[in-house]
């Protein structure tokens, strides 16, 4: 492997790490105890949700593209999974949902068609 892509990767990797470390510890020095209500924790909060989606869609676009039939499952799961974690601010309940309503709406076409 070239030393190029290792180096790549080693500063990829720890700007990353950075990236979600620092607002932690900064973060928290400022005002401790009243981090949960400030624009910090908002950001911070909607990390998750924003990861899954992008990663929805970029692991989706290629399917959707090859087989048009996956367009609806694929919607039904994004809305679905918006849905539940604007209700429940839980990332794992929503991203747990949105998978069953894909597979189940998914084996539904299937069945009918």
């Known amino acids: 492997m070239s030393t190029n892509v290792i180096l790549v990767c080693l500063l990829v990797g720890a700007v990353n790490y950075l990236f979600r ?3 932690l510890r900064l973060g928290a ?13 908002r950001v ?3 990390i998750g949700i924003a990861s899954i989606c992008a990663l929805l869609v970029v692991s989706s676009t290629p399917e959707i593209l090859r087989d048009p039939q996956k367009l609806l499952p694929s919607l039904a799961g994004f809305v679905l999974l918006a849905l539940i974690f604007w209700r429940t601010k839980s990332i794992i309940i929503a991203t747990l949902t949105g998978a069953v309503v894909y ?3 998914f084996k539904v076409m299937l069945l009918a068609g």
Do not use: E, F, M
């Open 103 to 105: 597979g189940l709406v």
């Open 21 to 23: 470390y620092l607002p």
């Open 44 to 46: 911070l909060d909607s």
């Open 29 to 41: 020095r400022q005002k401790s105890g009243t981090l949960k209500s400030g624009p910090l924790s």
